[in-house]
């Protein structure tokens, strides 16, 4: 796996973890839709580092 | 030019040239239309235009932010992605899901036409449009939140472009990206989260403009979402976009290489969700932990640009002083000047030290509240907006047309004097702006005398905001013009942007070279923060009352 598909999880899975802690820890409850658009955002790298991860492998065949 | 971004922009087929020309026409559009709105936005707070009604005034207001806020910042990103892309990538160089692009790029077209319409034809809404402010649904109104949802679809699908294109390099032979390619994709990534974030905010509003459902009730905290998205984004694009023209203008890679340049650019996203605590700092039953928190966190929204920064100046001065440069700021002299890109992006990193630090003072959990409603808003962003962002996107386009065109720039001469002259504006309209938004003066009101209720400084540095805002904005248009007359043109100009011989053409023996430059610069901008802060506590305990803020950053 390279450094490129490592950093996209990265960030995909801090994302992840704010968004659950957006939606679960009730002092942040002043931003409504937070957890929502990180979780989206969350989606968004994940299927990056995939699709990335993918043609990497592709690209070694 | 001889970089190997522009030798690759010129071998694009002219279908991908035809795109990319498209975009560039357009967000040159959006910004002469923004910086002419928004000059006549400063006239009119500076007391200028005496005959001018209320009206009229918050309508130019709210075109100047629609325009250059969303359709300029948004076209100028996705033509340089998909050039930074298309430019560093292995392989054929080309654009891949041209049909997506092309899709995306009407998309755009549309919803620049529809805002626009709307701001024109309905009430002034300003450009974060409130559905509470319209009070009514009305067709313009729609427009102007329609226009926002075919932005927000034309941004993910080029976005979405741009991946797939850089996604053939690694089916080409796998292996890593080189680091402009792996930070497009990050910016990317981005750019469809906050295309999200615009739906998320809009969609509602567009509903109850349309009559097809309530007005949504929360709006303003969606928005808030969005802005912290799209004030972020366009940071990220500058530095990428200092980090390619580095390369291409000098030659020089970043010495600290490839795995250490992607861990920063990655850093601007770990950076972003959590940084947006700060945005709660006007909830009044805020609890003290998440203020803490917001207020701890809210150091780091400036450390990857720093970053950044440091790793552009260190590898400059490093190579410069291994071939000679003597002198603190010797290996300044040396950069390439005489370039229009060079000049843009140097005054960009000076106007970024400026906003910067202020940034810094608003952000505090203190003075938030009593300084988000005030004029010192409009009077440092712009140090940001125009001063940094908008001369580091002019300067890629200034360097990728020619490739695209096939043709210099020209008045190259004048594009290296207008981003100063536009700065001097900038200072005196960001002095004074500042100064009144610290004592207190309004920031969306675009008469402050209050029939002379007002305290008399507030008219007074007003007068100097109008006079600012002429002089940058005078002087941006031109620059404008000028590239926008290269796009169009069809004469080859005499007075072309110089070649650039590259710095290292020889491999140099870095390692033992100083570059302090690039730290002390840092130590000045923590000193600038503290006195900058300071100065706020000062002002504000001399003024009989403070304005506590009502939710607008």
């Known amino acids: ?61 | 030019m001889t970089g190997e971004w522009t030798r690759r922009l010129d071998l694009l087929p002219a279908r991908d040239k035809a795109l990319l020309l498209t975009l560039a026409g357009a967000a040159l559009a959006a910004l002469l239309l923004g910086l002419g709105f928004g000059m006549l936005t400063g006239l009119a707070r500076g007391g200028f235009l005496p005959g001018l009604d209320d009206e009229t005034g918050y309508r130019l207001m709210t075109l100047h932010g629609v325009d250059a806020f969303f359709y300029w910042l948004s076209f100028a990103q996705v033509f340089l992605l998909l050039a930074l892309v298309a430019g560093h990538g292995g392989g054929e160089s080309a654009v891949a899901g041209r049909p997506a692009a092309w899709t995306g790029a009407g998309l755009m077209i549309a919803g620049f036409v529809s805002s626009q319409a709307g701001v024109l034809l309905g009430p002034p809404l300003l450009y974060d449009a409130p559905p509470e402010l319209a009070m009514d649904p009305t067709p313009a109104v729609a427009a102007v939140h329609g226009g926002y949802l075919l932005l927000a679809a034309g941004l993910f699908l080029l976005a979405g472009a741009a991946v797939a294109t850089a996604l053939r390099t690694k089916r080409a032979g796998g292996g890593e990206w080189p680091s402009v390619v792996f930070a497009a994709v990050a910016w990317a990534g981005l750019l469809m989260v906050s295309a999200i974030a615009a739906v998320n905010a809009f969609a509602p509003a567009f509903l109850w403009a349309a009559g097809l459902g309530a007005m949504p009730a929360d709006h303003s905290t969606a928005w808030h979402l969005l802005f912290h998205n799209m004030h972020y984004l366009p940071l990220m694009a500058t530095v990428l976009v200092w980090y390619a023209l580095v390369r291409e203008l000098t030659g020089v890679e970043s010495i600290f290489g490839a795995a250490f340049s992607k861990t920063v650019f990655a850093a601007y996203l770990l950076f972003v969700p959590p940084t947006s605590l700060y945005h709660m700092f006007l909830e009044p039953d805020l609890p003290d932990a998440v203020r803490t928190a917001g207020s701890l966190l809210s150091l780091f929204i400036g450390v990857p640009t720093i970053l950044v920064f440091l790793m552009l100046t260190a590898s400059l001065e490093a190579h410069a002083r291994t071939q000679g440069a003597r002198g603190l700021f010797g290996w300044i002299a040396r950069l390439p000047w005489r370039h229009p890109a060079m000049a843009a992006v140097g005054v960009a990193v000076v106007n970024l030290a400026l906003g910067g630090a202020f940034s810094f003072v608003l952000i505090q959990e203190k003075l938030a509240p009593l300084l988000s409603d005030t004029f010192m808003i409009p009077g440092y962003f712009h140090f940001l907006t125009i001063g940094t962002v908008t001369l580091t996107f002019l300067a890629g386009i200034v360097v990728a047309l020619p490739a695209l065109r096939g043709r210099e720039i020209g008045r190259a001469r004048w594009l290296v004097r207008l981003p100063w002259m536009a700065t001097a504006g900038l200072l005196v309209f960001g002095a004074a702006g500042i100064a009144a938004g610290y004592m207190g003066a309004p920031r969306r009101t675009l008469s402050v005398a209050y029939d002379g209720l007002a305290p008399a400084a507030w008219p007074a540095l007003m007068t100097w905001v109008g006079g600012g805002a002429t002089v940058m904005g005078l002087a941006m248009i031109a620059y404008v013009a000028i590239v926008a007359a290269s796009l169009f043109g069809s004469r080859r100009s005499e007075d072309a942007a110089p070649a650039v011989p590259a710095w290292n053409t020889v491999t140099p023996d870095w390692t033992m070279a100083r570059a302090w430059t690039g730290p002390l610069s840092v130590f000045v901008l923590i000193a600038a923060m503290f006195g900058f802060t300071a100065l706020a506590f000062d002002l504000m305990a001399g003024i009989p009352a403070a304005v506590a803020g009502g939710g607008a950053h």
């Open chain 1, 1 to 61: 796996m390279t450094a490129d598909v490592r950093l996209l999880a990265a960030v995909a899975a801090l994302w992840a973890v704010l968004s659950i802690l957006y939606a679960t820890v009730p002092m942040l409850a002043h931003m409504p839709g937070s957890a929502m658009l990180w979780g989206a955002g969350a989606v968004v790298f994940a299927v990056i580092a995939f699709i990335v991860r993918a043609a990497e492998r592709r690209g070694r065949l």
